[in-house]
């Protein structure tokens, strides 16, 4: 797909065309000539975009390219399904093979938020739909997942436990201090940064669980005519605390807002899910806390693994936005009782 020597190129054309009698009973005509780059992530996937008509009305879809020794893409199509049952927008599957690693789906378009966002000079009273918008998808598929606990989807689902929220933490010290900063601790320092570990994976799981995106942000929500968001990136998808969306939303790595702005959206988030009957605390400052502290552990999260995709993977693009996920992460920390020795290593970081 970057060349013809690419053997991935060479075995999608294949597998598009072995497609296209399926795809002409679904209503599509695909020219896989015509295929061009879309994007790529964090991970080995990457997207392509295909020109199509359906219903004789010219159009698009897009291709995944996950490599099966690598990633796995059932996933993707179990959420995607997940999330259309809830009534949010995420791209219609219409043609998927796990075992080769390809899918074709909907083009949900180009505009992510991070693109409108600029656009619209990043303003946050021209902004302030967008996540408005975001806030009641959020909203919507966590409710669903809540209504639908024994379903074979949703009960399947990982738990965010309190393994995972510590190995999440613990590439902060493995990767960022080890590789970006670097800091050197004694094995005192260590483990008191294991006993905060301990006590912030601690507050989170004290909170209410539901369906957890798990990147819920900018780059991966698209400004869609109905329906908006459209909703990406989502197959990483896990039953865990409720605020974490809320936090990869509103201190996103991407796209950085005032404080002020950030307690004003909280609180409309706050208020449709109250209104929704989602188990939030009834006191907004209690929902605060809760959103800072699920905040700071993926703030830690989050350097560690800029660090790794820049030290591990060659993708330094991600090391421009260490500087606003440090300042999330050291806002939080200088807040809350217990958290001052982690404050003053965050500090030296800058």
Not at 24 to 52: K, M, T
Not at 208 to 229: E, F, G, I, K
Request: proline fraction near 6%; charge should be negative.
């Amino acid at each position: 797909m970057n060349s013809p020597a690419d053997p991935r190129q060479t075995q999608a054309l294949v597998w598009i065309q072995n497609q296209r009698l399926t795809l002409n009973s679904l209503g599509w005509e695909v020219a896989p000539e015509s295929i061009q780059p879309a994007s790529s992530d964090a991970s080995f996937r990457r997207y392509f975009r295909l020109q199509a008509q359906r219903k004789g009305l010219s159009s698009h879809l897009i291709l995944m390219d996950a490599p099966p020794e690598k990633e796995n893409i059932q996933p993707f199509i179990t959420i995607s399904r997940l999330l259309a049952q809830a009534g949010v927008q995420s791209p219609t599957i219409w043609m998927d093979d796990p075992v080769q690693g390809f899918l074709l789906c909907d083009d949900l378009g180009k505009d992510t938020y991070a693109q409108v966002i600029a656009s619209r000079g990043h303003d946050p009273q021209a902004c302030r739909s967008l996540y408005q918008d975001a806030h009641q998808a959020l909203v919507r598929f966590q409710r669903f997942s809540l209504e639908h606990l024994s379903a074979p989807t949703i009960a399947s689902l990982m738990p965010y436990d309190h393994g995972r929220l510590m190995q999440e933490m613990r590439l902060f010290d493995e990767w960022f201090l080890a590789h970006h900063t670097p800091i050197r601790m004694s094995e005192a320092e260590q483990e008191q940064l294991l006993q905060i570990y301990d006590r912030i994976a601690q507050a989170c799981l004290s909170q209410p669980t539901a369906l957890v995106h798990r990147d819920y942000h900018s780059r991966n929500l698209m400004l869609t005519s109905q329906n908006n968001p459209g909703i990406l990136d989502f197959q990483d998808a896990v039953m865990g605390p409720l605020t974490y969306d809320l936090v990869s939303l509103l201190r996103d790595a991407y796209v950085e807002w005032p404080e002020e702005v950030q307690l004003d959206w909280a609180i409309d988030y706050w208020d449709k899910a109250r209104q929704a009957q989602l188990p939030v605390p009834g006191d907004f400052s209690d929902f605060w806390r809760d959103f800072e502290w699920m905040g700071l552990q993926r703030h830690l999260k989050v350097l560690g693994i800029f660090t790794r995709l820049s030290v591990r993977d060659g993708k330094d693009g991600y090391l421009k936005d260490l500087p606003v996920v440090l300042r999330y992460a050291i806002s939080a920390a200088r807040r809350y009782q217990g958290l001052g020795p982690l404050a003053k290593l965050l500090e030296r970081c800058v």
